[in-house]
Every structure is written in structure tokens, then in C-alpha cells.
Nanobody
Framework: VQLQASGGGLVQAGGSLRLSCAAS????????TGWFRQAPGKEREFVAGISRSGTTTKYADFVKGRFTVSRDNAKNTVYVQMSSLKPEDTAVYYC???????????????????WGQGTLVTVSS
């Protein structure tokens, strides 16, 4: 599975961005997809995840109510709509696929086998 994350950029606090994660190769739409982020000097952390069918989603507490993860399996693409962005959301955002599970979303990055290259989100105050 090859993953391409896109949609990052510079946005003011309170603004919105939509990140996309396009999968190619061994179909990424078969598996759970997660979004993670890593800020400078910090460890990578789970942001959100979605099952193959899209019926199961999980979010980190710090994004609940602000971020929405979704997928379009016909396009092999997973999205995360980010709203009410805060300066502390500034990070490189990565998408990843967990080929172990189909419907169970794991928060631990260790479970994810394939990773995209990351897209930078910068939120100015």
C-alpha cells in the first residue's frame, strides 16, 4: 500500500482544513486507516481513525467535536476535516493503514504497517 497525504497548509486559528490520504497499490480501502500527528519535539500521537466500512470512527480527546474523519472507498481516499483549528494543532499529519484489522480502530501507531509521507499543518494565532 502506498499512501499520499495532502491538504496541509497555513491557516489562522479558528480556521479549517481538509486533509486527504490517497491509497494506491494493494488497496488501502480494505483496511482501517488512521491519522496521526507529530509536533516538533513531541512524540507522534493518534488523531483519528476509521474502519473499512466507515461505520466505526475513533478520535483523540483533543480533537473531538472539531475533526471529522471519513472515507470514500471508491476513490481509495480517507479524509479528515479539521475545524476550529488551534495553534497547538500545528504538526506534521500522517495517514497510515492497519492491515491487521478491518473494523477495529487501534490508537497505537505500532499497529499500523504503512505510512504516508506526512503533510504539514501550521495554525497561526
Amino acid at each position: 500500500v502506498q499512501l499520499q497525504a495532502s491538504g496541509g497548509g497555513l491557516v489562522q486559528a479558528g480556521g479549517s482544513l481538509r486533509l486527504s490520504c490517497a491509497a494506491s497499490g494493494r488497496s488501502g480501502s480494505r483496511y482501517v486507516t488512521g491519522w496521526f500527528r507529530q509536533a516538533p519535539g513531541k512524540e507522534r500521537e493518534f488523531v483519528a481513525g476509521i474502519s473499512r466500512s466507515g461505520t466505526t470512527t475513533k478520535y483523540a480527546d483533543f480533537v473531538k467535536g472539531r475533526f471529522t474523519v471519513s472515507r470514500d472507498n471508491a476513490k481509495n481516499t480517507v479524509y479528515v476535516q479539521m475545524s476550529s483549528l488551534k495553534p497547538e494543532d500545528t504538526a506534521v499529519y500522517y495517514c497510515a493503514v492497519d492491515t491487521t484489522y478491518i473494523e477495529y480502530v487501534v490508537r497505537d501507531a505500532v499497529s499500523y504497517d504503512y505510512w504516508g509521507q506526512g503533510t504539514l499543518v501550521t495554525v497561526s494565532s
